[in-house]
């Protein structure tokens, strides 16, 4: 099901830059030599942007997409309540990418393309290029396009949070979007814990004013075996 959801995105039509529509990834390979299993099939994920890693027993496929975040990390739910942050260093911060894709129309050679970004080199005030490879990559604006996310990612996933915590992370895999609402950071505390319920009622583990004329979400999660009953009869 994994693979499914890749090749749904790759299909997807996106403009090709010359007033066309191509699929987002295409995948051209002619392997000509022996080489690791493993690093070909990773060399393949990164057609689609994506990563692998081992999970049940087989490796899984997580491709770089929009997604919606899968749970909040906050003080309340972190070890500590500690956030631990590291910012990546100037050379990391790539502003220009010579990528490397196979041109059809020259017997499939190997040919750079120069994709920049030219606001990020006017405000660094020079040049901060790297190289990459476009691999199994035939057309030039699935180049272009790779290119632009090897800049986008550089420019602006420039930090790393670090946090401990337990059962709240159980189910978190590579590639899941996650928010972090850091109180000592913002300055806002926009999350905590409950401290009881019952029918109707919830305690909250400290004095929170809400304002009358606005509605609220309360999300919790669940560690106790339980059934929602929608209204409907059920037996257990």
């Known amino acids: ?89 100037y050379k990391t911060k790539a502003n220009q990418v010579i990528v ?31 190289v990459a490879t476009a691999f199994g990559c035939t057309s030039e604006g699935q180049a272009i396009r790779y290119g632009r996310w090897k800049l986008w990612t550089a420019q602006n996933q420039t930090e790393v949070v670090s946090f401990q915590t337990a059962l709240a992370a159980a189910y978190i895999r590579p590639g899941d979007v996650i928010n972090v609402q850091d109180a000592d950071r913002f300055g806002k505390i926009l999350s905590g814990r409950t401290n009881s319920s019952t029918n109707n009622t919830i305690t909250l583990d400290r004095n929170v004013t809400l304002a009358g004329s606005a509605s609220y979400t309360l999300n919790t999660l669940v560690t106790e075996p339980a059934a929602y009953n929608i209204g409907k009869s059920v037996t257990i």
């Open 1 to 89: 099901y994994a693979l499914y959801r890749v090749a749904r995105y790759c299909d997807e039509l996106v403009d090709d830059g010359n007033d066309g529509e191509e699929p987002r990834f295409r995948a051209n390979l002619f392997l000509t030599k022996a080489e690791e299993a493993y690093k070909v099939i990773k060399d393949m994920a990164t057609i689609f942007r994506g990563i692998l890693f081992w999970m049940d027993g087989q490796l899984t496929p997580i491709l770089d997409a929009p997604s919606d975040p899968v749970y909040s990390f906050t003080k309340s739910n972190v070890i500590d309540g500690s956030f631990l942050y590291q910012t990546a260093g």
């Open 100 to 130: 490397t894709w196979n041109d059809p129309e020259l017997n499939f050679e190997p040919v750079p393309l120069i994709v920049e970004d030219r606001n990020a080199i006017v405000k660094d005030g020079r040049v901060n290029k790297i």
